[in-house]
Structure formats: structure tokens, C-alpha cells
């Protein structure tokens, strides 16, 4: 595996400041996403963002990052991967993981790879034909890592992942487009050696790729570090614009 399975540290997080701006919608009939729609005077033609999201899902923080890659020309679709049933943000020990995946909070409701996946699809579906998007790039946060890296096959162009999860080296290398990686210091998800590992995997694969390893950082820090601590606010602010420069870059 190129990333280990998601664990308590996937939970653990403080809410930021904002006023998202988007919509949230309907896609598929039945699926609950957030639209935030790229200023008409900005809005790269052609192109949108999937958000593929950790699993506390559509919240306030991934709301307001969606809100950012709008702002810089991206409209983004973030897909809600659970039916209605995130993680709570910090509840770690309060959560089985491992049964929430298989069952859901109910028991009646799974977040396997074989439900998500049809979620996805479904999404990329919507992008491509409700939304008329030509070129897809899609970021994915943890959990959603492994939806990014799994769905190049259904029309994802470029991808941008951030602390993944649940990797599979084969899915890894069978990546059919740019990727770019951002990694915390500490991550026992994403250690040391599972980025290396990646990153001999990405050199076999020869698409474009970037692995960006940032300091005084944990899992989980692109999208929910302490925003009162400088070195992890830096490190998100950077992360967050190694996306944008890479899909500058690849997806244009």
C-alpha cells in the first residue's frame, strides 16, 4: 500500500473563519454536493475542480477551500462521499473507523470502496455532461486521496492530493495523468516510506508528478491545521497554492 488506512488523527481538527459563498446541490438526483462557481471575469473555460473530500465531508472548511479555487478562475464541485453520514470533526475515540467504513453510524449505511466509487463516477459524470467541463482536475484530502488517484480512468485529467489514505500501489501506478502531492512531517499515515515508495512508483509511471513535503506539519494540516500557529497556517497557505499552480500548470 502506498498510504496506510485512515486512523483517529483523520478526525482531528479546528473549524476556520468564513462565510462560504457557494450553493449546495443536488447532483444524480439524490447525492448532496457544494457548487462554488468561479467569478465570469476569472473563470478558466472549460475547466472545473472535483473536491474529494476527507471524511468529515462537506463542512465548513472544505466549503471555504472550495470558495478559494473558484476564486482563482476553478469552479469546484465538492461531492459529499458519505450519504449524509460524515465523521464529526475532533471525535476521535468517540468513532470505529474501521465500522463506520463498513457500516456506517447506522449499520445500514457503507462507505466502501464499491459505494464510493459509484459516488464518484457520479460526480465526474455531472461535471462532464450537466456542467459541459471539457478538462478535469480533481484534489482529494486523505480519504478522498485514493478516489483522485483511482478515477483517472473516469475522465480525471489532472490530479493534487494532500496527506493521502488508503492508497493502493497498484491504483498508484496506474495513474494516466499529472500528480501532485503535498505531505505533513509527521503523518503515520504517509510516512517516510510510503512517500518514498510513491515516489519510486510515480518515476516508473512517467506522467508529470510533485511531491512536496512540508515542516512542523501533521495529517491532516491542508485543511484543518490551527491557523494561530504560523509554521502550519504557512504550510496550508502553501499547500493550497501548490494546487493551483499545478493545475496553472497541467490542466490549462
Known sequence: MASNPPAKCCTIGVKHEGE?????IKIASKIDAYLATAPSDKAHK?????YIPDILGIWQNAQLMADQFAANGY?????????????????????DLMKWLAEGSDGKNPHTKEVVDGIVEAALKHVKEEMGVKKIGAVGYCFGAKYVVRHY??????????HPS???EDELAAISGPLS????????????????KSEE?????????????????????????DLS?????????????QAVQWFDEHLL
Open 201 to 225: 512508483i510515480l518515476q516508473k509511471v512517467g506522467q508529470p508528478y510533485q511531491i512536496n513535503l512540508y515542516s512542523q506539519t501533521s495529517h491532516g494540516f491542508a485543511v484543518r491545521c
Open 166 to 168: 488508503f492508497v493502493d
Open 46 to 50: 472549460d475547466t472545473a475542480i472535483l
Open 181 to 196: 502531492i503535498a505531505a505533513a512531517e509527521t503523518d503515520h499515515i504517509f510516512p517516510a516510506e510510503k512517500r518514498h
Open 75 to 95: 469552479t469546484t464541485l465538492l461531492v459529499d462521499l458519505f450519504n449524509g453520514d460524515p465523521v464529526p470533526v475532533n471525535s476521535m475515540g468517540k468513532i
Open 229 to 241: 500557529v504560523r509554521a502550519q497556517k504557512w504550510a496550508k497557505e502553501q499547500a493550497f497554492n
Open 153 to 162: 480512468k473516469d475522465g480525471i485529467n489532472v490530479g493534487y492530493i494532500a
Open 20 to 24: 462560504p459563498t457557494g450553493k449546495l
